[in-house]
T-cell receptor, first 115, second 113 residues
Framework: NAGVMQNPRHLVRRRGQEARLRCSPVKGHSHVYWYRQLPEEGLKFMVYLQKENIIDESGMPKERFSAEFPKEGPSILRIQQVVRGDSAAYFC?????????????FGEGSWLTVV | DQQVKQNSPSLSVQEGRISILNCDYTNSMFDYFLWYKKYPAEGPTFLISISSIKDKNEDGRFTVFLNKSAKHLSLHIVPSQPGDSAVYFCAASISGNTGKLIFGQGTTLQVKP
């Protein structure tokens, strides 16, 4: 998993609270991707970011979800007013460029549980 | 709309035998395909990939075959080892956007000693 760091690894939130998931890409990687895995399903693309830019957010739910990758610091996936259906594993991945899927490195994931 | 499908949720094989994991896709624009391996509570790990200009790619015990006319690919693991027991995901992308992967649902492989 080549150094993509995600935290927290596990997060429990009550319905209506906010969840913030952080991702530090591999050093030198400027492309970050967020994926979500619901129980018993494959990973689903959510958003692709470069520093200070959202490149493709076609997989993001229209409401309550936002993502950023600031000039300094980690990428943040923010979920406002969480609902039980948001319970999932959220994976961050990074790459140095957009060429070749084998250059995408996934983190260990953040498991969100909404109670 | 499931563009990448792994129709077998699970597969069990004996150690030393061949494991064959299958994957079908519907979008003819896909031109790059990958297989990832995933253990519980960990992130996916890249295994092997293939471009649509090829029909076979081999890396050690792992071989991926691509049949474009059938929109089908398969991963062969020979010989299978107990440490190969994991969930295997097939993924596809369109060139120029290779960070945006479309994943199948996964197949759980169990290799019995």
């Amino acid at each position: 998993n080549a150094g993509v760091m995600q935290n927290p690894r596990h997060l429990v939130r009550r319905r209506g609270q906010e969840a913030r998931l952080r991702c530090s890409p591999v050093k030198g990687h400027s492309h970050v991707y967020w994926y979500r895995q619901l129980p018993e399903e494959g990973l689903k693309f959510m958003v692709y970011l470069q520093k200070e830019n959202i490149i493709d957010e076609s997989g993001m739910p229209k409401e309550r979800f936002s993502a950023e990758f600031p000039k300094e610091g980690p990428s943040i996936l923010r979920i406002q007013q969480v609902v039980r259906g948001d319970s999932a594993a959220y994976f961050c991945a990074s790459s140095p460029q957009t060429g070749g899927g084998n250059t995408i490195y996934f983190g260990e994931g953040s498991w969100l549980t909404v109670v | 709309d499931q563009q990448v499908k792994q129709n077998s949720p699970s597969l069990s094989v004996q150690e030393g035998r061949i494991s064959i994991l299958n994957c079908d896709y519907t979008n003819s624009m896909f031109d790059y395909f990958l297989w990832y391996k995933k253990y519980p509570a960990e992130g996916p790990t890249f295994l092997i990939s293939i471009s649509s200009i090829k029909d076979k790619n081999e890396d050690g015990r792992f071989t991926v075959f691509l049949n474009k006319s059938a929109k089908h690919l398969s991963l062969h693991i020979v010989p299978s080892q107990p440490g190969d027991s994991a969930v295997y995901f097939c993924a596809a992308s369109i060139s120029g956007n290779t960070g945006k992967l479309i994943f199948g649902q996964g197949t759980t492989l169990q290799v019995k000693p």
